[in-house]
């Protein structure tokens, strides 16, 4: 799958501090180096649930944790079928972990770089010095030459190339077990996987470190988003709201409007579909900022529409328009009459979004005036932002979640998903009666529900935009 151009990815790395950096120089005054990542390059902060199950893929493959404490670790989503997060750790990619759907797993697929953080105890592969010269040029590993096959190994499986002195030479995928591999003396045993060699300087750092190694370039943003603010509002003579969902990006926008032209309210789209955490956090973003809430009840309108079209799918949101630009429409009627809404919108969150003009119009909410302050910033410029004003983000972000909306959104990939239903049994399987009832009656498949054949709806073709 192509990884998608969304912008310039500014993600550099200070060694002497050992933290990201969004331009060329750390606040310490040395120059930083830019690390590469597969765009778009959202980067998102590891939380310690995240690191928790990273270490134990990596000591449940190859019998060692791969993260030790108090390094800071930024996670990458990539394209892939699923979900596939790139680990970056001392400012060097040193492996990834995919979620394999079909066998309802994670994979891990390491980097030699990661050699510098841990140990292979288990599912690696020595070679001669002879067939080390080769393999380091890109060769696959052949079996002269081969000293030895660790014995955990399976024909499929992920593992570390080594050398005699135990030096990482490459990684990649078994065509053989150890069994099949004992006394042979042709064929190949590995092929390699070719990365782009990294850069890994591995050292201990907190995210107060980096809040203090990015003030400069958080600044900046914070000042460019509080000049579009002033402007805007200058420009419009209407009430002004911040549409909030409970979502990191909206309580950024929040924090800067606070600060751009004081307090204002809330626009909420309660669909009936929220988190309880969600609930808790928006209700404690306006006890803290002084900040009333107006909500919009979207949830009705969902399950009628549900009545007569199914599940909302990846390529048929009815569910954005029904359940939120629907209702916030009538909220504004009522309460405004016609308002500027300032919106977490981000350019790095999708194609469509990227496209986007900074103020705009959403047809289905024609009495709304949108406007955007984060276009330009990336997911690291937010979490930055927000640890750095200690502001109260949703913990299900710490619970490994990175979406923050509608539990059962149908553009949530299978792995955020099996994380909701084990999470929260009882929604899920409300979800899952709900969509099972439509399922029978509509003479769906049996496991309709079960293999997320639910999520696409053969030939549709309509995606609704879910900003208000």
């Known amino acids: 799958m192509k990884s998608p151009y969304l912008g310039a990815v500014p993600l550099h790395w200070c060694d002497e501090c050992h933290v990201p950096v969004l331009g060329k120089r750390c606040s310490c005054g040395g120059k930083t180096r830019f690390v590469g990542v597969t765009p778009p390059g ?24 791969l993260i030790p404490n108090d390094h800071l670790v930024l996670l990458n989503k990539v394209p892939d079928d699923d979900r596939m997060e ?44 002879g067939a080390a010269a080769f393999i ?91 000049a579009f603010i002033r402007d805007v509002r200058e420009q419009e003579d209407l009430p002004v709201t911040v549409s909030y969902s409970g979502g990191k990006d909206s309580l950024v926008t929040l924090l800067l409007a606070l600060k751009a032209i004081g307090p204002v309210p809330l626009l909420f789209a309660d ?108 997911a690291l410029h937010v979490w930055l932002y927000l640890f750095q004003e200690k502001a109260p983000y949703n913990t299900l972000y710490e619970a490994g979640l990175d979406r923050i909306g509608c539990y059962m959104c149908p553009s949530s990939d299978i792995a955020h998903l099996r994380m909701i239903e084990a999470r929260y049994p009882k929604l899920w399987e409300r979800w899952q009666t709900a969509v099972s009832d439509y399922g029978g009656a509509t003479g769906r498949p049996e496991n309709w529900f079960e293999s997320g054949a639910w999520r696409i709806k053969k030939g549709e073709s309509d995606d609704e935009d879910s900003h208000y």
């Open 42 to 65: 959202d980067l998102r902060p590891a939380f310690p649930s995240d690191i928790r199950l990273i270490n134990h893929l990596f000591e449940e493959s190859f019998g060692s944790l």
């Open 86 to 129: 790139e680990i970056i750790v001392g400012g060097a990619i040193v492996g990834a972990i995919r979620y394999l759907p079909g066998e309802s797993r994670w994979e891990v697929l390491p980097r030699p770089e990661a050699t510098l953080l841990m140990t292979p105890k288990m599912r690696y592969v020595i070679v001669d010095d």
């Open 136 to 226: 380091k040029d890109g060769s696959s590993v052949l079996a002269p030459g081969v000293v030895l096959v660790e014995s955990h190994v399976e024909k499929g499986d992920e593992v570390f190339v080594l050398t005699e002195d135990g030096t990482c030479i490459g990684v990649g995928r078994a065509k053989m077990s150890a069994e099949e591999a004992r006394g042979i003396t042709r064929g190949q045993i590995v092929r390699l996987r070719k990365n782009a060699p990294q850069v890994c300087r591995p050292g201990s750092a907190t995210w107060d470190d980096a809040v203090d190694a990015n003030r400069e370039y958080l600044l900046k943003m914070e000042g460019d988003s509080i």
């Open 271 to 378: 669909t009936g579909l929220e988190f309880p955490e969600t609930l808790e956090n928006i209700s404690e973003v306006s006890d803290r900022y002084c900040v009333p809430i107006f909500r919009g009840d979207g949830e009705a309108g969902f399950w009628e529409v549900f009545s007569r079209h199914g599940p909302p799918a990846v390529n048929f949101r009815w569910c954005c328009k029904a359940c939120k630009l629907t209702p916030v429409t009538r909220l504004i009627e009522e309460e405004f009459g016609e308002c500027l809404s300032l919106i977490g919108q981000r350019k790095y969150e999708s194609a469509r979004r990227m496209k986007s003009r900074r103020v705009w119009r959403n047809p289905n909410v024609p009495n709304q005036l949108s406007a955007a302050p984060i276009q330009h910033w990336n």
